[in-house]
């Protein structure tokens, strides 16, 4: 059973910076993809991007090109998700996902979710 | 981008009732598409894939159909713990795009 863990809630300001982790295992790490999906309050689903632990190889949707950087520590089994220059509709639970490359881009689990809270 | 409409919005039903959630596309999505559920403060899960697959644990009272851009998950006798919000998404091309939502109440 995959199981992601992710950091607790935050409180930032307008144009602060957050980092959001998820702590993966190991097979995660060498084998599937993690993905970042945020939601706002009473809202949809919002896919912001994907990299392969293994490699380090990312991915980001257009809408978050140069504001979002997804990175990974290999040896914690941690993947990461920096959003910079934060606004309040940033406001949303940011949950990381996982896909298995021998299928398409399915989640087939997901973190808890991280509440990111934007406010002056 | 792929734009994904669902419809209702939201679906009365009585437990035992059959369900029925529509996904319709922008464009075609080759059957590339797959059904989440949402419960109240959870993550989603994934139901469907592959417009017709069901997950691993998945009841079989849940069904998927559809093809190039009109999708229906068919939730044959509701339980109690179906009533939740269901999202339909699209894995054909990116970025990745989910539907709006239906939310199934009693």
């Known amino acids: 059973q995959v199981q992601l863990v992710q950091s607790g809630a935050e409180v930032k300001k307008p144009g602060a910076s957050v980092v959001v982790s998820c702590k993966a295992s190991?097979?995660?790490?060498?084998?599937?993809?993690i993905h970042w999906v945020r939601q706002a309050p009473g809202q949809g689903l919002e896919w912001m991007g994907r990299i392969r632990p293994g490699r380090g190889d990312t991915n980001y949707a257009e809408t978050f090109e140069g504001r979002v950087t997804m990175t990974r520590d290999t040896s914690i089994y941690t993947a990461y998700m920096e959003l910079r220059r934060l606004r309040s509709d940033d406001t949303a639970v940011y949950y990381c996902s996982v896909h298995n490359p021998t299928l398409r881009e399915y989640f087939l689990q997901w973190g808890q979710g991280t509440l990111v809270t934007v406010s002056s | 981008e792929i734009v994904m409409m669902q419809s209702p919005d939201t679906l009365s039903v009585s437990p035992g009732e059959r369900a029925t959630l529509s996904c319709r596309a922008s464009?075609?999505?080759?059957?590339?598409l797959a059904w989440y559920q949402q419960k109240p403060g959870q993550a989603p899960r994934l139901l469907i894939y592959d417009a017709s697959t069901r997950a691993t644990d998945t009841p079989d009272r849940f069904s998927g159909s559809g093809s190039v851009t009109e999708y229906t998950l068919t939730i044959s006798s509701l339980q109690s713990e179906d009533f939740a919000l269901y999202y339909c998404?699209?894995?054909?091309?990116?970025?990745?795009?989910f539907g709006g939502g239906t939310k199934v109440e009693i």
């Open positions: 464009q075609s999505l080759s059957s590339h």
């Open positions: 190991a097979y995660i790490f060498s084998d599937y993809y």
């Open positions: 998404q699209q894995t054909h091309i990116w970025p990745l795009t």
